[in-house]
């Protein structure tokens, strides 16, 4: 069975203290066509000299000034060739060597399959790493939807996906990663999505979308409501969030 080329795309900018483990945990892959892509976004430390050691493995470099985290994504879509597409931040890692393999024997053994994502780990937690699980969609209900635990660390979707729904959308400056993975869930209601139930990364907590939190979660609910505005959705937003932060401020008023 021919193997398939996953395009592994890491954006960064003055990540020579992370990077390093990041770039490792790429060239050790057991998978045997790996497209490594780095955008930099004109990194003023030794970034990119650590990026120059490891020169055989990277099949392309980009480095000049972004517009943000997502302009630098769609650059590294833009040059990718692989048929399934991966984002690893410069902070983060592979849990082991076989990752992508398993990953691409997911994919070859359905060729239905445009998105498979599995679990992460978050090693900034205080008390040490912490496991962050998503699940298998049962009834692929929005609400269902909503409840899952996507980390983008953790996806990988087709390149042909890229191309029909497009790239990030830059507008959003915090969460155009899960607007887009919106998009892809609305495509088929997620019967191409599929659960690898396995670690995929080593995910650090420290990423813009966790250092400003208010900002991110008004973000999400923009798009939400953009996307899935039904009597579904409000049904959703009722049981789930005006009912969960009413009950948040009662609970918190019976402490005072």
Known sequence: MPQFRISVITVCFNAAETIETTIRSVCAQTHSDVEYIVVDGGS?????????RHAHKVARLISEKDDGIFDAMNKGIAVATGEIVY?????DFFVDERVLADVARAFQDDSSRAFVYGNVILKDEPGGALSFPAKAFKTRSISEFLHNSFCHQAVFARRLLFLQLGPFDPRYRYSADYEWIIRAFKRSRGKDFYFLERDIAYYS???????????????????QFRHFFSLEYLWYFFRYVLVRRLKKRILNESYR
Not at 44 to 52: F, K, N, R
Not at 87 to 91: E, I, M, S, T, V
Not at 214 to 222: D, M, Q
């Open 205 to 223: 907590c420290r990423g813009r979308s966790n250092q400003y939190v208010e900002v991110t979660r008004k973000e999400v609910a923009r798009m």
């Open 87 to 91: 984002f690893l931040n410069a902070d």
């Open 44 to 52: 003023t430390d030794a970034t990119l000299s650590i990026v120059d």
